[in-house]
């Protein structure tokens, strides 16, 4: 079972935690006070993304509107390259300051066809942050604005990433390893 294949522990959840504070802070002090949305991409996004919520000060917390998009490209640890987006935005962007987060950025795919998508609804501006990025792997030319970790081409599991829907509640972001 997959369960019981070994994993290598890559990023703690310490190591994680004050990362997560550093970008919450960074992302703060560029805050202008103008209405901002936070667009999470499930499934991954959404242990990284509430932290982040947690961590910025209230004050900024507090005045923020969040949801999510739904997008798609792997099956098992392969990238399909096929990106599939569902669960369309359910909040208004239009003069809005966007921020996109997602858990890892790989090939570009998923976060170049969800800021092709956004862009159409005329926010004032769109930011991204991803926790781990694989900036070796990348097909497609996007901008991350907040990176946690450059990571290796290795695939990963935990803290919102999944192999096959498991995994996603490690605290921790592990190497999976793929022989059994
Ligand atoms: P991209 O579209 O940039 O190639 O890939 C981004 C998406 O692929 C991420 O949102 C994530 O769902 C998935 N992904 C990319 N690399 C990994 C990985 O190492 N582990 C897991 N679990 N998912 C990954
Ligand atoms: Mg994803």
Known sequence: MSHSRPQKVLISAEEIQSRVQELATQIASDFTGAPAVVVGILNGAA???MDLLRLLPASVASTLVYDFVDATSYRGSESTGE???SHPLGVNIAEQEV???DGIVDTGATLQTVL???KVKRPTSIRTCVL???VSR???DVPVDYRGFEIEDLFVVGYGMDFDGQFRGLRHVA????ST
């Open 132 to 134: 781990l990025d694989k």
């Open 116 to 118: 092709a998508v956004l």
């Open 99 to 101: 921020l996109v987060v």
């Open 175 to 178: 190497v999976h390893s793929l």
């Open 47 to 49: 242990p990284f993304m």
């Open 83 to 85: 990106v599939q987006l």
């Open 138 to 140: 990348r097909k497609f």
